[in-house]
């Protein structure tokens, strides 16, 4: 159910168009929530036809124009209702933590090569969060929504300091204990 929240969400920052929203997506929000451009485009019908988001009026009319969404009162309040509502936490599901036990019983042939792939993709985001924080946070910046969408990108930061700690252990276990000499 969260997708139309995120969409919500960011209309509400910017009303945009769908084409807009999905560039937006893969920018941002799209770091924690994907969505494909046909999800979002189904999406924004369904929010739409549920009048929570209407198309803003073109101001010329013309023929093949992209329509833009903002957020009906009805969606401001569906999106408040659904921040304030308590959450449990999902279950971690990543298929290298299933593949990394699968190993255990059939052999770990070509895992290591995949382990330092993963460890140098999960280097290279968390430089880039970096990046964006040093760019988008500074000092000075600290109202209420920046601190929030702060905390969004530190949460980023930290779990991408955890997979690269934790590959580097992996890694060094797939090497063995230290040779006794």
Do not use: C, N
């Given at each position: ?18 084409l ?61 209702r ?5 959450q ?20 770990t ?39 929030l969408?702060?905390?969004v ?5 930290d ?13 060094a ?9």
């Amino acid at each position: 159910m969260s997708l139309p929240h995120a969409i919500l969400t960011a209309l509400l920052e910017k009303p945009s168009s769908g084409l807009e929203l999905t560039r937006r997506f893969d920018k941002s929000i799209g770091y924690f929530w994907s969505a494909t451009h046909q999800q979002i485009y189904r999406e924004l019908g369904k929010l739409e036809g549920e009048g929570l988001i209407r198309t803003l009026p073109a101001q010329q009319p013309a023929r093949g124009q992209k329509k833009s969404y903002e957020v009906l009162p009805a969606g401001r309040a569906e999106l408040a209702r659904w921040t304030a509502a308590p959450q449990d936490p999902r279950a971690l599901r990543d298929p290298l933590l299933l593949r990394l036990r699968a190993a255990a019983v059939v052999g770990t042939a070509g895992l290591a090569d995949d382990l330092r792939r993963h460890l140098e993709l999960h280097r290279r985001q968390l430089a880039e969060y970096r990046q964006i924080e040093q760019r988008d946070f500074p000092p000075d910046r600290d109202a209420p929504e920046d601190r929030l969408r702060h905390l969004v990108l530190r949460a980023g930061i930290d779990l991408e300091t955890f997979w690269t700690r934790w590959l580097t252990d992996a890694l060094a276990e797939f090497a063995g204990p230290p040779d006794a000499d």
